[in-house]
T-cell receptor, first 114, second 112 residues
Framework: GENVEQHPSTLSVQEGDSAVIKCTYS??????FPWYKQELGKRPQLIID?????GEKKDQRIAVTLNKTAKHFSLHITETQPEDSAVYFC?????????????FGKGTLLTVNP | DAGVTQSPTHLIKTRGQQVTLRCSPK?????VSWYQQALGQGPQFIFQ???????QRGNFPDRFSGHQFPNYSSELNVNALLLGDSALYLC???????????FGPGTRLLVL
């Protein structure tokens, strides 16, 4: 089955700096890659996603890049703010004969210091 | 427009007991997936329901079972609880034809 590795496990940056989180996946058939942000005690919230027919997607300060050949994808957050502090999860998914099931990485705890 | 809701928010059980967790999907969604999130880990896929049938399943034992009702809401049942079942149980709703999954707030289960 699919395996997703996520690095780093913790990341501390100064407010205004950029943050990059990287994930690799094992199943070359995976074609959908969402990123979720989970604040302490809250539900995971989808912040951005990318499909395998796209190499890059941007939404304001957040961008995701996908390299299908290398089977890795990354989350980039620019101009970080204290409210960006949370745990970020990447996931990979493939639609086989059924609907998508998400395989998650272990998460990255991002701390943005004021 | 209501988002995904789950009940109860917290639950304490003892080993060997049984538990039922409930999920109501986002309005207009027809597919419910259940995930287990252990402390400090990413969510792990348990199973997925559509048209009142289990459509796919992750690596969880038969002690984990579920149900989907005609109104698309869903239940997760866990029998013969083990200490290791302590976790946050998340449900996610989606359209069967789509890939985006929206999560509920979760039920935090503690097994003593």
């Amino acid at each position: 089955g699919e395996n997703v590795e996520q690095h780093p496990s913790t990341l501390s940056v100064q407010e205004g700096d950029s943050a990059v989180i990287k994930c690799t996946y094992s199943d070359s058939a995976s074609n959908y890659f969402p990123w979720y942000k989970q604040e302490l005690g809250k539900r995971p919230q989808l912040i951005i996603d990318i499909r395998s027919n796209v190499g890059e997607k941007k939404d304001q300060r957040i961008a995701v890049t996908l390299n299908k050949t290398a089977k890795h994808f990354s989350l980039h957050i620019t101009e970080t703010q204290p409210e960006d502090s949370a745990v970020y999860f990447c996931a990979a998914s493939v639609r086989g004969g059924s609907n998508y099931k998400l395989t998650f990485g272990k998460g990255t705890l991002l701390t943005v210091n004021p | 427009d209501a988002g995904v809701t789950q009940s109860p928010t917290h639950l304490i059980k003892t080993r060997g007991q049984q538990v039922t967790l409930r999920c109501s999907p986002k309005s207009g969604h027809d597919t419910v997936s259940w995930y287990q999130q252990a402390l400090g880990q990413g969510p792990q896929f348990i199973f997925q329901y559509y048209e009142e049938e289990e459509r796919q399943r992750g690596n969880f034992p038969d002690r984990f079972s579920g149900h989907q009702f005609p109104n698309y809401s869903s239940e997760l049942n866990v029998n013969a609880l083990l200490l290791g079942d302590s976790a946050l149980y998340l449900c996610a709703s989606s359209l069967w034809t789509g890939e985006t999954q929206y999560f509920g707030p979760g039920t935090r289960l503690l097994v003593l």
